[in-house]
């Protein structure tokens, strides 16, 4: 297929005053419900045995109405800069930062749920022009999944994640990036695993901090705190995942609440936030209110509550038992991620592993929960990868098109 600069186009978000004002006036009007009963629990988890509590949720409503700037947001995405194309018929948004330096490596960020492209605006710049001059740098790509941000929204079904994949495989090699790196967390990290099994011919290498086994793995052979992560993981795909079964049967029915209240969306959204990050009580000890908002309103303004449940209702349980990674791979378990695979299970699948890691901090949302480290930790994940492969091309021999540069 022919590459020309006019199937990349440049792309700024910029939602209407009326659109802002009409937020404003939702939280002004929103009906809430009584407190939930264990309101007098002391602070800690338990507190939030019932979901996000009612003291919480007026505080960050209150903030949403009267503090939180979306125009900073929208800024930090111009800066940085956004772009869409049309990939299989489907337009899809993304960032595309490229770094200043000639070694730099293309590399794809993808996002998962309730995250969106607002997880990596953050650490994009580090990531392409790092301070520390003997750091890696990379060519980074962060583009919206289908029916996130400001991707189109799928009109039928079919957009699993083995299709997202083979669209990114498009995508970078229409910037001129037939390599790359590929990272990303739970979907996301689904999606990378898709990459790194199904395109080695273009795919260097992953990093993820998403790993699934294949299924049938025993706990026979694994250690004491190997076979707790695999019985927190149990734990909760029977006690906490009530949201992935909804989304995955019914995500048209919860798309309702989600589209019309910004409270609703609030809470289904903050209530993960909540459960997934490495805190003690509240999400914002590590998390700050901006960095939840510009995910949440990205959400809200373009009205994709029902079209990103979707992805669980197209992908859930679905990825490929006999699909194996042979390109190399670093893989990261946060401790207070949802999901955490014993690495003996991993190999099955990966088997490659160049670099594993557990750090003691962080959960589901690593780059603005533990921003430092992450980046740290990827750049020296990819640097093995990069590191294991017998011979690659020099990254200053790929030639980009001018179209969706910086």
């Not at 955490?340 to 962080?362: D, F, L, M, N, S």
């Amino acid at each position: 297929m022919p590459r020309t600069h006019s199937d990349v186009q440049a792309f700024e978000a910029r939602a209407t005053d009326a659109d802002l004002d009409d937020l404003r006036a939702r939280l002004a009007a929103a009906r809430l419900p009584e407190a939930e009963t264990v309101v007098g629990a002391a602070p800690g988890p338990r507190r939030w045995d019932q979901g996000v509590p009612l003291a919480d949720l007026v505080e960050v409503v209150n903030y949403w109405r009267t503090g939180y700037d979306w125009r900073a947001f929208e800024a930090r995405l111009a800066r940085i800069g956004q772009f869409r194309t049309t990939v299989d018929g489907l337009g899809i948004h993304f960032l595309h930062r490229r770094s200043a330096r000639a070694d730099a490596t293309p590399l794809v960020l993808t996002h998962g749920w309730p995250g969106s492209i607002a997880e990596f605006t953050e650490v994009v710049d580090e990531l392409a022009d790092p301070r520390d001059a003997d750091a890696p740098a990379f060519h980074v790509v962060v583009p919206s999944l289908p029916g996130f941000g400001y991707s189109d929204k799928p009109a039928a079904t079919g957009w699993g994640t083995e299709r997202i994949a083979a669209a990114w495989v498009e995508l970078m090699g229409r910037l001129g990036y037939g390599e790359f790196l590929a990272h990303g967390g739970d979907w996301g990290g689904n999606i990378t695993t898709v990459l790194g099994g199904r395109f080695p011919a273009h795919v260097l290498g992953i990093h993820t901090t998403f790993a699934q086994a294949p299924p049938g793995s025993t706990t026979d052979g694994l250690t004491a705190g190997e076979r707790a992560w695999a019985e927190e993981t149990r734990h909760f795909w029977r006690h906490r995942a009530a949201y992935a079964k909804q989304q995955a049967t019914r995500p048209q029915t919860i798309g309702y609440s989600l589209v019309d209240s910004p409270v609703g969306l609030l809470a289904w959204i903050l209530d993960k936030f909540a459960e997934w990050s490495d805190t003690g009580d509240s999400p914002f000890e590590t998390l700050s209110l901006d960095s939840v908002l510009d995910d949440v309103t990205l959400y809200w303004l373009t009205r994709t509550g029902a079209s990103a449940a979707r992805i669980y209702y197209e992908s859930h349980d679905s990825l490929d038992p006999e699909l194996r990674v042979d390109v190399p791979s670093a893989i990261t378990m946060y401790p207070r991620d949802i999901e955490k695979c014993p690495r003996p299970w991993a190999q099955e699948r990966y088997r490659q592993i160049v670099r594993w890691t557990a750090p003691e901090h962080g959960g589901h949302f690593p780059s603005l929960e533990v921003p430092e480290y992450f980046v740290k930790d990827l750049r020296e994940g990819l640097a093995a990868v990069l590191a294991a492969r017998p011979a690659r091309r020099r990254p200053d021999t790929v030639r980009p098109t001018t179209a969706g540069s910086r």
